[in-house]
């Protein structure tokens, strides 16, 4: 259940402190409102990059090259021969294209085109990049944009890896709104596809609606990185709910808050913290 505490003061009366309760419960809702948008997109864009580490496992357990119908795989590419930007300090590459627009690879999920390209398998300088072309799953949302990752070479080991991502790309709702979605992200992953992950984010990233220039920016607060536990929620759901962690949000249209994700207890409850100082607690 929502809960909303309100920093008011007990020697005023209930008649004179009623508009001013709306105001402020007015604005609360606006920045819950705002936030739950938020992530509600940002989860959407997340089932887009599940493609890119289903790509990956798919590439790293072929043995070899195939040419089904509606999936290319190549692997080793050589970048002399077929040069891609970004991968210019590797000698070989791997692709895979998905193109469920071709005559017989219609699928009930997915729709439209996606191509995969990664280098440096089994090493501590992994770099991936996706091209979305015009990607939409089955709940309507589309994406048309890309995805870079690089691994950090000089923070990475055996237990812990470390990779920079940026997002880039136009994320439609169903109704046909456009949103420009930019993300750049640092995550570091601990004791990773064990029982025992952790996964610690640092991100600054934007959503704007460009039919109306509305725009919302979210950044990592310095030493409070998002946490995610796995051992807090059952499969790939910790991915839903960071336990531990603190965002600023700002917009150009008044909307300005941040938001505490608590101090790692195994619970989906956040506190948004309005620039008055009120404080609303909910569970995502």
Do not use: H
Not at 19 to 31: G, L, M, P, V
Not at 60 to 82: A, F, G, I
Not at 158 to 181: A, C, H, K, M
């Amino acid at each position: 259940m929502k809960k909303i505490i309100l920093n008011v003061m007990v020697l005023v009366t209930v008649l004179s402190c009623s508009s001013d309760d709306a105001t402020d419960q007015s604005i609360e809702n606006d920045n819950q409102k705002a936030f739950e948008s938020y992530t509600k997109m940002s989860s959407e864009i997340d089932v887009f990059d599940q493609l890119s580490a289903n790509a990956s496992n798919d590439i790293e357990n072929s043995s070899r090259s195939n040419k089904e119908n509606c999936t290319t795989v190549n692997l080793l590419v050589s970048y002399q021969d077929s040069p891609i930007s970004g991968f210019e300090e590797y000698d070989f590459y791997s692709e895979l294209v998905l193109d469920f627009e071709k005559e017989g690879c219609q699928s009930n999920d997915w729709k439209g085109k996606y191509e995969f390209y990664i280098a440096g398998l089994g090493s501590l300088r992994l770099r991936d990049s996706a091209v979305f072309k015009n990607v939409e799953y089955r709940n309507g949302y589309k994406f048309d944009g890309y995805r870079v990752s690089i691994q950090n070479e000089a923070l990475s080991n055996e237990t812990s890896q470390v990779f920079d991502v940026v997002i880039d790309g136009l994320l439609t709702e169903p109704d046909g709104t456009p949103f420009r979605y930019r993300t750049q992200r640092n995550f570091t992953f601990e004791n990773r596809f064990t029982k025992q992950e952790i996964i610690t984010l640092i991100e600054s990233s934007s959503l704007e609606n460009l039919e109306n220039s509305n725009l919302i920016e979210t950044t990592s607060i310095i030493g409070f990185p998002l946490v995610y536990s796995a051992a807090c929620f059952n499969g790939l759901d910790f991915l839903r709910y960071p336990v531990e962690g603190s965002q600023d949000f700002t917009s150009n249209f008044g909307v300005n808050f941040n938001i505490n994700y608590g101090n790692g207890a195994c619970d989906q409850e956040v506190a948004l913290t309005g620039e008055d100082g009120n404080v609303i607690v909910f569970d995502l």
